[in-house]
């Protein structure tokens, strides 16, 4: 008995202190990935995944708690870098990539609120009081927080529209035979 | 000489852990999605095996037999087991950060993969020697990692197959071990002649 | 004259007039010398064993192919399965009763072939699949060999009686004619502890026309030869996998029996008997399941070889190939991984060439 | 000795397809008259697109500057034929997708007025660079096809010092016949045009590399270069894809060129015949880009063969000029290897459209893919050595970066592996698809950061302005204590006080 509790104390004893000093030579120190991940989202603190803004958003994601698929400015290709990186995997068939968005002014409606220009997080929307605003095609995420705002419902959000150099061949329909 | 190599055959090909004992299926069928991922799990298996077998050895002769604690020893293999598995943890995680959250949880389940204990004790129930055992639980280590290769290999391939709503996921990949473990069973016979 | 031509459809807008179907077609071509030859040499029974098991494979494709609610005909057009069938036959012992021919058909196709999602998704060879399983699982019968009794001549089964031997197996009366193949014979000899140089002089002679035990296939290795040399003419097979199969074989046979001739058989009976011929030039070389790069092949057929050598020469079963073709098929994957052609403008390491000046 | 060097030097990779070119490449060139229309679109390049320097109903004559090149990446555009400019409108592009692009449209007046040329008449004792700026002038592109501007070709040459210029005479793609048209009638341009390419370049040597299905290309170049030791005429084996740059620098002088270098940081530089005589038009004669040799073939064809047509003309109305025998089942602009389907014939000719192919229904039928027997035809078949089944099968799961690894951005998308595919896989669209969508993704990845620029832009400028405001609403509350002081001297002492 005495033998026995004896020997895995010991036992215990020798292991742990190989370990401790082994954790002591190995030690590593931990990245913060949230700073990383942070860069890697859009920026424009838009507020569509539900959390304030982008690093509130990227210290989720670090703890698990946001799934990678969070950001739909991103679309697509952000999931799946943040996958890679956070070494998940994704179903990205779900993601909804109706393509990325872009606001649009329908310009019979629009009041000159300036309303809309406030709340963009980029500057894409231009215009002055009493003038008709326009979005910069370039410059605007697709947040669609504009939208929201516009009290005539003179903004809506519109594909970006397709091109000849932005277009591309669709995969070919697998035949199953 | 010819002794040594036929059971090093024999542990790593004919009686190999996972397809002919049936034991460590739960890496096998767990992180096999990737060949370099399995790869790093045979590797990091590879060294837990081998080194907690010594351990493990050394403590049967020399503590368990010589003062007749024979009933401690599952215990205290767990605990060798254990040491060894937070040691490589540590090692991946300096070495490697990428392969760390490849394996994620399936690194510190080396502690409870049956491969490493059976492996353990097959050792100690064939009363074999020192050098022998750990070229025993060498061998039986590195046929661990070559099936978990060679199965992520064909993995890597089924994820390209149409493979019908019926088999699709562990169905065939269950199917696909099956294969393998037949295709193995063609070495047997080999150590015993 | 304006008119629409609707969806764009991509270039190259012309093609071969090749399809999988005349591929299967050719090889079934070159396949059947030999195949006509094991049916004249076994007599009725072989025949109809080889009609049994094609016919077991095409129902296991039809069937799996409707349980998917998807058409089987075009799918049975490619005579993929058909091939399959009729490699599986040839590598039966001729003799065998028909529930071996049904269960081997109907587990190549469905479990070997039809699981993984057909035609070119399987991991392993669905003929060496099944007839593994067939081996494993009926060892007595799988290893029942009939000596030669050519069709017609006086003491071989005529059709009726053929048909009876596969359907309620083979009657008292022809209990004489069960034989071993050579390479069963060798082995079990030497388990008695009779060396092959004593052993041999009694074994079931060995000849390039193949008038010896066997199964269909293996029997008349110079059929099957001229077989595999018309397909490499046919540019349907290359000659990197048949060649470095034969040499995995026959360079550890040399070497082996030069150091101790009492132990181990010489390099023409490993070549000659068994599988040896047929593995090389008709199953190793099935496209799904071989590797893509000429070095991967290489690679692959001298496994398979040397595979074959080891099982044959110190495992339990007297004959490797299906065996060594499987572990290669499943190697395949990890080879055509590492083993890629070169890239045009880079390094064999995928490496972008360093420019010159 | 001929067979055996034939054996040796016929590469491994490749196909063989029949190449139809004969009767229409036989057939006497034919010169179609300027059409009343011209669609002049302004995108014929590689590049930026042009900028249009003429107005809806001005009078502009043939060869006339009509839209200068805007860039570094460009090329300019002349009018095609004389006549007044109508519309600056859209017009349907020579493209799948069926998407319109922009064009100057130009109702000719029948009379073909040429503008005053200013020929260079001794280019080899004018400097390299003045070749350069001609040809840009000119609106000279690569008219094998790629569309590539030539000038900026003729700089980058000029700055690596290259030695060799090869003069791309192979025509690999079945069906067409214009280079092989513009060889054997016009021989001594496209020699004239590759020594002025040499003296622009500065190049030591020409190895003009024509397949050996057109010897009477390779009599006619020979007899033109007789006299220039520097100009040598190379007949290749036909197979292709050997009009590619890469596989015809690698089978000509046995260099290849790396996978992340230009072929002119190897010391050689491709153009193809036609961009040869292009050249010594724009230079000897004065006279911009404005027409060109186009083969028209096909079933459907009443009269294949070649015309010398002005760019911009509907296809429709060369459709009508050789007449067709049957509706055509595909319309395709180049050849059937890798040429573009059209989706309708109200397309104009552009630079680069070196023939319009018009199937019967015969030749455009297609069978339905079957599933990858992985037979290995396309790894023998593909030119740059990678492995088409295995970039497909990942693309079809969606495993883009998959077929990435597998150097799918080296693809040249020649087509040899659909063409051999047994199962007829529509490899080249995978490769298309997935390097769309790599594009794309990139796409996003940039307005990713654009955006965040962006973000951080308005934060700045929102803080800077709090700050400003803030500023300015201290320095009026400054202001007004100032003036409160003022009012009451002795406080404010006190306060400094406890400020203190």
């Avoid at chain 4, 790396?258 to 530089?269: F, I, M, N, Q, Y």
Wanted: proline residues 7%; charged residues 15%.
């Amino acid at each position: 008995m005495l033998m026995s509790v004896g020997s895995l104390a010991a036992m215990g004893l020798a292991l742990g202190s190989v370990l401790g000093v082994a954790s002591r030579y190995l030690a590593v120190e931990e990245n913060p990935i949230e700073a990383e991940l942070q860069a890697m989202l859009p920026g424009s603190q838009c507020g569509q995944c539900g959390y304030v803004g982008c690093a509130q958003a990227a210290a989720a994601l670090a703890k698990g708690e946001a799934p990678v698929t969070l950001c739909p400015p991103g679309g697509k290709a952000t999931a799946e870098a943040l996958a890679a990186k956070l070494g998940v995997k994704v179903d990205l068939s779900k993601v909804s990539d109706s393509g990325p968005q872009i606001a649009e002014v329908t310009e019979e409606i629009c009041i000159g609120c300036c309303r809309c220009m406030k709340v963009c997080p980029t500057d894409a929307i231009i215009g002055a009081a009493k003038q008709i605003h326009n979005v910069i095609r370039e410059a605007c995420t697709g947040c669609s927080s504009c939208v929201d705002v516009c009290p005539t419902e003179a903004l809506g959000m519109m594909p970006i529209p397709v091109t000849l150099q932005h277009w591309t061949w669709p995969k070919p329909a697998s035949a199953h035979n | 000489m010819k002794e040594f190599a036929l059971m090093m055959i024999g542990a790593a090909l004919v009686n190999n852990v996972i397809l002919a004992r049936f034991l460590g299926l739960c890496s096998f069928m767990g992180v096999t999605t990737r060949v370099d991922t399995a790869a790093g799990m045979g590797l990091a298996t590879t060294f837990v095996i081998t080194v907690s077998s010594m351990a493990d050895w050394a403590v049967q002769t020399y503590l368990l037999d010589a003062y007749g604690l024979g009933f401690l020893r599952t215990v205290t293999f767990i605990l060798i087991i254990a040491s060894a598995v937070q040691f490589t943890e540590m090692t991946i995680k300096k070495v490697s950060p990428t392969l760390f959250q490849m394996l994620g949880i399936y690194l510190p389940l080396i502690t409870t993969n049956c491969a490493v204990l059976g492996v353990a004790l097959l050792l100690v129930e064939g009363r074999m020697g020192f050098l022998s055992a750990t070229m025993f639980a060498f061998a039986s280590s590195v046929g661990y990692s070559l099936v978990m290769i060679i199965f992520a290999g064909l993995r890597e391939r089924l994820v390209l197959a149409d493979v019908p709503r019926l088999f699709a996921g562990p169905p065939i990949a269950f199917i696909v071990a099956g294969m393998l473990a037949m295709a193995f069973m063609g070495f047997s016979g080999i150590a015993t002649s | 004259m304006s008119q629409s031509y609707g969806i764009a459809v991509a270039a190259p807008h012309t093609t071969t007039s090749n399809n999988p179907g005349r591929i299967m077609t050719l090889v079934m071509l070159a396949l059947a010398p030999a195949t006509l030859y094991g049916f004249w040499l076994y007599g009725w029974p072989a025949f109809f064993l080889w009609a049994i098991t094609i016919a077991a494979a095409m129902s296991g494709e039809a069937f799996s192919l409707r349980w998917q609610n998807r058409s089987a005909a075009p799918v049975l057009q490619d005579g993929s399965a058909i091939l399959t069938g009729w490699l599986l036959a040839v590598s039966l012992p001729p003799w065998a009763p028909w529930w071996i021919g049904v269960f081997g058909g109907l587990f190549a196709t469905m479990l070997g072939k039809q699981a993984f999602g057909g035609l070119g998704q399987n991991l392993f060879n669905p003929a060496m699949v099944a007839r593994v399983a067939l081996l494993i699982s009926f060892p007595v019968q799988m290893t029942a060999w009939v000596a030669p009794a050519p069709m017609f001549s006086a003491g071989a089964p005529g059709m009726l009686e053929g048909l009876l031997i596969v359907l309620k197996g083979v009657p008292h009366s022809f209990d004489a004619v069960t034989s071993a193949t050579m390479l069963g014979f060798g082995k079990t000899e030497l388990s008695r502890g009779i060396n092959l140089l004593e052993s041999l002089p009694h074994a079931p002679a060995l000849s390039f026309i193949g008038n010896r035990p066997g199964s269909l296939g293996e029997t008349a290795a110079l059929l099957i030869l001229a077989g595999g040399v018309a397909m490499m003419f046919l540019r349907i097979i290359t000659w990197h996998i048949p060649l470095s199969m034969l040499a995995g074989i026959a360079i550890p046979a040399a070497i082996l029996h030069a150091v101790d001739p009492s132990r181990y058989l010489d390099m023409g009976a490993h070549i000659l008997s068994g599988g040896a011929m047929l593995g090389a030039f008709f199953i190793a070389t099935d496209y799904v399941t071989s590797p893509n790069s000429p070095r991967g092949q290489l690679i692959f057929g001298f496994g398979c070889g040397a595979l074959t050598y080891v099982i044959r020469t110190w495992a339990g079963y007297p004959e490797g190939v299906a065996f060594a073709v499987l572990l290669m098929n499943s190697m395949t994957p990890i080879i055509d991984t590492y083993f890629k052609p070169r890239i045009y403008g880079r390094d064999s390491k995928g490496k972008p060439l360093q420019t010159t000046n | 000795m001929g067979f055996l060097d034939r054996f040796l030097k016929t590469p491994s990779w490749g196909v063989h397809p029949e190449d139809h070119k004969r009767p229409a490449a036989d057939v006497a060139l034919r010169i179609f008259p300027t059409p009343e229309r011209i669609f002049m679109p302004l995108n014929q390049h590689v590049g930026g697109m042009a900028r249009p320097i003429v107005m809806v109903g001005q009078k502009v004559l043939k060869g006339q500057l009509i839209a200068e090149a805007q860039g570094n990446i460009s090329a300019p555009i002349h009018a095609s034929a004389s006549g007044t400019i109508s519309a600056i409108g859209e017009v349907t592009a020579p493209h799948p997708s069926g998407l319109p692009f922009k064009a100057i449209t130009i109702d000719s007046d029948g009379a073909d007025r040429w503008i005053d040329t200013d020929p260079l008449v001794d280019p080899f004792s004018a400097a390299p660079e003045e070749i350069t700026k001609r040809t840009a002038a000119a609106g000279v592109v690569g008219l094998g096809g790629a569309t590539f501007p030539a000038a900026p070709k003729f700089a980058l040459g000029k700055r690596l010092k290259v030695k060799t210029l090869i003069v791309n005479g192979g025509e690999c793609e079945p069906y067409l016949s214009s280079d092989d048209r513009v060889m054997r009638d016009f021989p001594e341009m496209v020699i004239d045009g590759a020594r002025l390419v040499m003296h622009a370049i500065g190049a030591t040597e020409a190895l003009v590399g024509i397949e050996d299905n057109k010897p009477e290309a390779i009599a006619a170049m020979r007899k033109a270069a007789a006299a220039f030791p520097e100009v040598k005429i190379r007949p290749l084996p036909a197979l292709y894809p050997m009009g590619s740059d890469r596989q015809l620098i690698k089978v000509l002088t046995g260099i290849e060129v790396p996978s992340d270098a230009r072929a002119a940081e190897t010391g050689v530089l491709v153009h193809n015949v036609s961009t040869c005589a292009a050249v010594h038009k724009a230079i000897r004669l004065g006279q911009p880009l404005v027409e060109r040799i186009i083969t028209i073939n096909g079933g459907a064809i009443a009269n294949p063969g070649n015309l010398f047509a002005p760019l911009g003309t509907m296809i429709g109305d060369l459709f009508a000029f050789v007449g067709l025998k049957e509706a055509p089942s595909r319309l395709i602009l180049g050849g059937p290897m890798m040429g573009t389907p059209l989706l309708h014939d109200r397309i104009p000719i552009v630079k680069g459209a070196s023939g319009i192919l018009a199937f019967n229904a015969v030749e455009a039928h297609v069978p339905d893919a079957g599933p990858c027997i992985r037979c290995g035809s396309c790894t023998k078949a593909c030119p740059m050595g990678l492995l088409p089944l295995e970039m497909a099968a990942r693309i079809k799961v969606g495993d883009l970066e998959g077929a990435e690894a597998y150097a799918l951005q080296d693809c040249i998308s020649c087509g040899c592996c659909a063409y051999v595919c047994p199962s007829h896989i529509p490899l080249v669209q995978y490769f298309s698809h997935a390097k769309g969508e790599l594009t794309a993704a990139e796409r996003t990845k940039l307005r990713t950061d654009a955006t965040k620029r962006l973000a951080e832009a308005k934060a700045a400028r929102i803080e800077r302005e709090n700050r400003e405001k803030a500023e300015a609403a201290a320095r009026r509350k400054a202001e007004r204590e100032a003036a409160k002081a003022a009012a009451a001297t002795p406080a404010t002492t006190e306060k400094q006080g406890v400020s203190a």
